[in-house]
């Protein structure tokens, strides 16, 4: 997969039932939020991830996030995920299969340097974590020296806020709470999931 092709915004859940995940899912079809990372410390998570590409990977992308072993990844990759999120940086080793899968890398980073670390190392894209700490001007400050990157703001990103990270060199997203409120989903109310879904629609600009 292109990274060209890659959706703008990554719905993050973590911690979710398949049930809830499946809810999620299912209201995000043909929507412009139509990437979802089920995270590694997620019940069942194997199952659920299986589960939910088989139900929806022609409609979404489907990821698996908190990837910190090659462990991890190989499982995630073995039961249908297309990209694979890091709260850390990820080595070689893992960046080289996720290439060789034809699997999207998302490792983080923090520092300029450990960006670049992870440019020269392959990753696809860099997610830059917890992006709320460093700010929106971080994105335009670091790719001044370091050219053009392709960057993933995840951490305190929500409808308020996203389009500053994007006009200020970002070029994705990746948000768990920002969009959805976490009883909504642990009771699979569609109704108020599909609000959210359109409320946070509204506030970028596509």
Not at 169 to 193: T, W, Y
Request: hydrophobic share 40%; net charge negative; aromatic share 8%.
């Amino acid at each position: 997969m292109q990274i060209t092709n890659f959706p703008k915004v990554t719905v993050i859940l973590r911690g979710y039932t398949y049930e809830q995940v499946r809810a999620v899912a299912k209201n995000l079809v043909g929507t412009k939020l139509n990437a979802i990372e089920i995270t590694m410390n997620s019940p069942d998570v194997l199952e659920t991830i299986r589960k939910i590409t088989e139900e929806f990977g022609e409609s979404l992308y489907v990821g698996a996030g908190t990837i910190r072993t090659m462990e991890e990844a190989k499982q995630a990759i073995s039961v249908g995920a297309r990209f694979l999120l890091s709260p850390i940086m990820l080595s070689e080793e893992i960046l080289n299969y996720c290439k060789e899968n034809d699997v999207i890398s998302v490792p983080a980073a923090f520092s300029p340097s450990e960006v670049q670390k992870m440019v020269d190392l392959g990753a696809d894209i860099i997610k830059i974590f917890p992006a709320s700490c460093l700010g929106s001007k971080y994105f335009s400050d670091i790719q001044a020296p370091l050219g053009k990157i392709p960057l993933m703001a995840v951490g305190g990103i929500h409808g308020s806020n996203v389009q500053e990270y994007l006009n200020a060199g970002a070029s994705f997203v990746g948000i768990a709470s920002g969009i959805f409120q976490k009883e909504h989903i642990q009771q699979c109310q569609e109704e108020e999931l599909k609000k959210a879904i359109q409320n946070f629609e509204a506030k970028v600009v596509w």
